[in-house]
């Protein structure tokens, strides 16, 4: 089986989260969309959970790219939690308890962590965010963003006197976080 092969079914994969949650998506589904064999997906991946994980480890690859994107934090973060609000069922997968041991799921959370410290190292740097320790920071930032993003999901910023948004509530955190 070929690398395309792989990535038709983790495509597959992706397009079944998308639409219905880990739930929704099945080995003999994955194999029927992508094109192949229902016995196919058993040649790249062991079972349903090692499939997801190489989902999730992709999707960690797509965040990392995005945080690598040079400009503002607050901007960065507000990508962020918008593709996580596009993509709820994804986000979901990747910040949940991982099920299997995967070194490419580890290695793209590694990448994806690296990735952050970069973007706040560098808003560091410009004075975005205050001096300090990096990984505390990024840690405190990654909180607040995922805090918000399942408040958002849960539909509970948008009740009350005065809704918000997940990227206002980032944006007013990163504004205070730079007026010390």
């Known amino acids: ?12 994969a992706t397009a079944l ?3 219905g949650g880990p739930e929704g998506v099945t080995l003999r589904e994955v194999g029927r969309r992508a094109g192949v064999s229902h016995n ?3 040649k790249h991946f062991a079972d349903k959970q090692a ?9 960690l690859a797509d965040y990392a790219a ?23 069922d994804r986000f979901r997968l990747v910040y949940g ?3 299997v041991d995967s070194i490419e799921l580890a290695r793209s959370a590694e990448e994806a962590w690296a990735a952050l ?7 560091q740097e410009s004075g975005e965010l205050p001096a300090g320790s990096p990984h505390r920071l990024a840690n405190l930032i990654r909180s607040v963003a995922h805090g918000a993003i399942d408040l958002a999901l849960a539909g509970h910023l948008a009740k009350g006197d005065e809704p918000t948004t997940p990227e206002q509530v980032v944006d007013d955190f990163v504004a205070l976080l730079h007026a010390g």
Not at 66 to 86: F, K, N
Not at 117 to 123: D, F, R
């Open 117 to 123: 410290l970069v973007a706040v190292g560098a808003a």
């Open 66 to 88: 995005l945080l690598a994107v040079e400009g503002d934090l607050a901007a960065t973060m507000r990508a962020y939690i918008g593709r996580a609000l596009r993509h709820p």
């Open 51 to 59: 499939l997801l994980a190489a989902v999730a480890a992709r999707e």
């Open 97 to 99: 308890p991982w099920t």
């Open 17 to 19: 989260l998308d639409a």
């Open 1 to 12: 089986m070929s690398s395309t092969t792989r990535e038709s079914l983790l495509a597959a």
């Open 40 to 42: 196919a997906p058993y």
